[in-house]
């Protein structure tokens, strides 16, 4: 069922990017906005950006880098180690954020997985629909973690994954509009996890 949800989005998504002005592979440097519509966006290690955007492609951040807002529609997006972002959103694929990697506000992804790296810090929310959330041990969400209700998760067949290990940090709660399968470490409370749903959702 994940991949006719994911069928059913990159079709959509193909026919908004039609749209678009910039088509092909981009690179981003020198602290100026990339845009793309067919193609990826890559910033090289120790570069600066400004907003990176991009309807139908990966965007990839090297190591020691540093952009503003990372937007996706359909496709994956990649932080380097010890590199920094405002935020981080796709639609239709992964975020993984590199070890050591900051991220000022909030993290978000409708159908897709989110992968923490030792050390992340995420300075708002980290929003999750359709796909697993791993936090690494020294990994810190300032904010909650919050897995929505949405349709693709209303007709997905597999139950989302949320993996916390040992010496992650998470300050907010863990609110729950749907059901997810929780893997708490010791150390930290079933209280925090907050379900708002009823039954087998």
Same mark, same amino acid.
Do not use: H, P, W
């Given at each position: 069922m994940k991949n006719k949800i994911t069928a %059913? %989005? $990159?079709?959509? %998504?193909?026919?908004?990017? %039609?749209?678009?002005? &910039? #088509?092909? =592979?981009? #690179? +981003?440097h020198s602290g100026n906005d990339v845009y793309s519509t067919f193609?990826?966006? /890559? &910033?090289? /290690? +120790?570069q600066r950006a400004g907003d990176l955007e991009n309807n139908s492609g990966n965007i990839t951040v090297g190591r020691n880098a540093k952009v503003r807002s990372v937007e996706l529609t359909n +496709? =994956?997006?990649?932080?380097? /180690?010890? $590199?920094?972002?405002? $935020?981080l959103s796709t639609v239709n694929g992964n975020i993984e954020a +590199?070890?050591?990697a900051?991220?000022?506000? $909030?993290i978000k992804v409708v159908n897709g997985n989110i992968n923490i790296e030792q050390g992340v810090s995420v300075g708002a929310n980290l929003i999750a629909s359709n796909g697993d959330v791993t936090l690494a041990k020294k990994s810190m969400i300032k904010g909650d973690i919050i897995f929505e209700d949405t349709f693709f998760s209303s007709i997905a067949d597999e139950t989302p994954i949320l993996t916390i290990v040992e010496g992650a940090i998470v300050e907010g709660k863990i609110h729950l509009h749907r059901k997810v399968n929780v893997v708490l470490p010791n150390s930290m409370s079933p209280d925090k996890v907050v379900r708002h749903f009823k039954g087998e959702k």
């Open positions: %059913l %989005l $990159s079709t959509s %998504l193909l026919i908004i990017g %039609l749209s678009g002005c &910039v #088509v092909g =592979n981009q #690179v +981003g193609g990826n966006i /890559d &910033v090289k /290690d +120790g +496709g =994956n997006i990649e932080i380097g /180690d010890f $590199s920094e972002a405002y $935020s +590199g070890k050591n900051v991220i000022t506000r $909030s």
